[in-house]
């Protein structure tokens, strides 16, 4: 078996990094399952030599051993992680002491429900097959060694105690209650209930259109006085603002004055006629003076006095603060150009973006919260008074108005600030809502595992669900679920993986059938091949799905990169959107066309599973850009791989440091994966 482990490395490793690698994984492995498959063997060693039980005789009595809930031949008195998959390993208590050989009692896997004598390799009906402690390749039929790693087979058993086989449903599987602790499974109800989410804003302040007001000259002429003498400058209605010499301003003051006269002149006895006229010329006049922009006031004081002047004073229409001043004092201002704009700035709007994935859940009145970085530490309240019906393509986002008072005048408009609405879906009755711990989610698929009722042995079964928008908590459930129906909201993943080893419909596998496929390592025949060129084994691509990306394009485009990789490995959806806008503005500036359709086809991706997606072919991109043209970041950086990505496809990432943080899964399994290569700085 050594000379074979020794043959995977040889093969195995492009180099002397990944070789390194390579060996620390396949070493743990190999450790790690002697100490587990040995430590249960009855009595024997894989050579049949006696063997002594690895569990200390002070664990023995407490009759406490921790044990992994994926590779339940992992047994150990301490707790720890798992060797082999890095999860934490949970306590579970033995059936009774050791027995008289040194052996420990049967276990139950409290993950599949079933019983492992890893000692056996019986051909009994209750054997499922003989799976690799390494995961290298799936169950498989017949005993022996894994042809990958070179490890001896397990094998893998039913439960006895009436398990999944007694269960009539294919999307069933039941374990015993000790199983069920074990495991931790923990469920909670479908609930019929308001949904209610955070949506996040951001924008800018701007002035409110309504109380914005122009200082406009009616006629032409000249500024001979312009009494608003800077911008920002707060004024007063009805206040002077520019003093305007015009000689057709001039000219209807005489006209005017000429009507009025004629009209005041008229004899007791003029005909009717002739005094409708006089007074319809005194009426035009006036109104020719208004429209030449003077107040009524002034066009009473000059009717009064009988004189025309030859400099009219223009005033302020509304109080305010003078936003522009387009001309400066002595210019010559044609007729209809705007000299000043004024803006009551007691009431501003917030101007804020929202995706389209947030519209179901903004309508008008929507009280929205929001800071500005002028003001740290304060919030200033509004509500949604406005969304435009029309989307902008380029960022796809849709723009929001938020009315905000401003009596303080604190707030500036320009001021970028950042809201939140605390919204909910108005639907009536309300929809049904499930933790966001419950759904197992891929691709365009969904899947919770229910609790059947009444059931003697913990049930559950499997159900492809239709989800509607993610909820502050959750996510709202639009077909496949009951009121009151408990789902599994901890411990999903583990069930779905007993699914899949039984073969039975699943996440991975939706209409069952074979279990899903390992990491598959290429044939034994290309081993040769291998041997002597291993520098064949960096991971290739298929080029004709993946864009091209030129140098200058990697230089500016692997540090938003790496960044968009720790976001979707943290599963936060918002950071992985600004990092796509980031990188659209950068492809711009590079004139990377193919770079900027990925990163605007991220930017654009409803839910974070379709960002990953887009992401997956950036990686791909990114991965034959480094290997072309080195790597331009500072520091090292690594290539990691996946082999459970995408329906067991696998798929690549870089990232900077070595322990793996696998952005495909997140948290559902953030240490899945291992590292391939390294690529140092170009520096």
Not at 252 to 272: C, I, M, T, W
Not at 400 to 426: C, F, H, I, S, W
Request: proline share 7%; glycine share 8%.
């Amino acid at each position: 078996m050594k000379n074979r482990i020794r043959k995977a490395l040889g093969w195995m490793a492009p180099g002397a990094a990944q070789g390194a690698a390579v060996a620390a994984v396949v070493v743990t492995g190999f450790v790690a399952y002697n100490m587990g498959a040995r430590s249960t063997t009855n009595g024997q060693d894989h050579d049949g030599s006696p063997t002594t039980q690895t569990v200390p005789a002070d664990a023995q009595d407490a009759d406490v051993i921790y044990t992994c809930p994926m590779h339940p031949q992992i047994q150990q008195d301490e707790p720890g992680d798992c060797p082999i998959c890095g999860m934490e390993l949970v306590p579970m208590e033995t059936d009774g002491p050791s027995s008289p050989d040194g052996s420990a009692s049967d276990v139950r896997d409290h993950a599949h429900g079933h019983v492992h004598d890893h000692g056996t390799n019986s051909n009994d009906n209750g054997i499922l097959g003989y799976a690799c402690a390494m995961n290298c390749v799936p169950p498989l039929p017949e005993e022996g060694d894994c042809p990958i790693c070179g490890m001896e087979m397990q094998a893998v058993h039913a439960d006895d105690n009436g398990g999944p086989d007694e269960v009539a449903s294919e999307r069933r599987m039941s374990m015993s209650p000790s199983a069920l602790a074990l495991a931790d499974i923990r469920t909670a109800p479908a609930e019929r209930r308001t949904a209610v989410r955070q949506v996040r804003l951001s924008g800018q302040l701007a002035v409110a259109e309504p109380r914005r007001a122009q200082v406009s000259a009616d006629v032409g002429g000249r500024i001979d006085r312009l009494y608003a003498e800077f911008e920002g400058q707060s004024i007063e209605e009805g206040q002077d603002l520019v003093l305007l010499y015009s000689p057709e301003l001039l000219a209807v003051q005489k006209e005017f004055l000429q009507a009025k006269r004629s009209l005041d002149n008229l004899a007791d006895d003029a005909g009717a006629t002739i005094r409708r006229a006089s007074e319809a010329a005194v009426a035009a006049g006036r109104e020719r003076l208004r429209l030449a922009g003077l107040a009524p006031e002034q066009i009473d004081e000059i009717a009064s006095e009988g004189t025309a002047r030859e400099r009219v004073t223009l005033r302020a229409p509304a109080a305010g603060t003078v936003l522009e001043r387009n001309f400066e004092q002595g210019d010559y201002v044609p007729t209809g150009g705007r000299i000043l704009t004024i803006a009551d700035l007691s009431t501003v709007w917030a101007e804020l973006e929202a995706y389209e994935t947030d519209l179901t859940w903004l309508r008008v009145g929507v009280p929205v919260t929001f800071t500005a970085q002028a003001h740290p530490g304060e919030t200033f309240p509004g509500e949604v008074a406005y969304i435009d019906p029309v989307m902008r393509p380029a960022t796809r986002t849709t723009r929001v108005r938020v009315d905000v008072e401003n009596p303080d005048g604190l707030l500036k408009p320009g001021m970028y600030v950042t809201g939140q609405a605390d919204a909910e879906l108005a639907e009536d009755p309300p929809p049904i809502v499930i933790p966001a711990s419950a759904p197992l989610i891929t691709g365009r698929r969904a899947i919770v595992y229910v609790k059947i009722p009444e059931r003697e042995r913990p049930t559950f079964e499997g159900r492809e669900v239709v989800l509607g928008p993610r909820t502050r908590d959750g996510y709202v459930v639009r077909e496949g679920l009951a009121e009151g129906e408990q789902v599994v909201v901890n411990g999903a993943f583990r069930i779905d993986s007993a699914m899949q080893i039984m073969a039975r419909p699943s996440m991975m596998s939706p209409d069952g059938g074979d279990p899903v496929p390992g990491h598959d390592h290429g044939p034994d025949e290309d081993h040769d091949a291998h041997d002597e060129h291993p520098e064949e084994l960096a991971p290739t691509h298929d080029h004709a799905e993946t864009p091209a990306l030129a140098a200058e394009a990697l230089d500016v485009a692997l540090d938003v990169y790496l960044e968009l990789t720790e976001a979707l490995a943290s599963d936060d959806h918002t950071a992985a959107r600004a990092q796509w806008e980031r990188l659209h503005a950068r492809a711009d500036d590079a004139g990377d066309h193919s770079l900027h359709e990925l990163a605007e086809t991220g930017a654009a991706a409803e839910d974070i599973a379709t960002s990953r997606k887009v992401y997956h072919t950036l990686s791909n991109a990114m991965i034959a850009a480094v290997q072309e043209y080195g790597n331009p970041a500072g520091t090292t950086i690594h290539l990691a791989h996946c082999p459970m990505a995408f329906d067991w496809e696998g798929a690549d990432w870089l990232q900077p440091g070595t322990q793996i943080r696998n952005p495909y899964f997140g948290a559902e399994m953030l240490a899945c994966g291992t590292i391939e290569a390294e690529f140092a700085s170009n520096d």
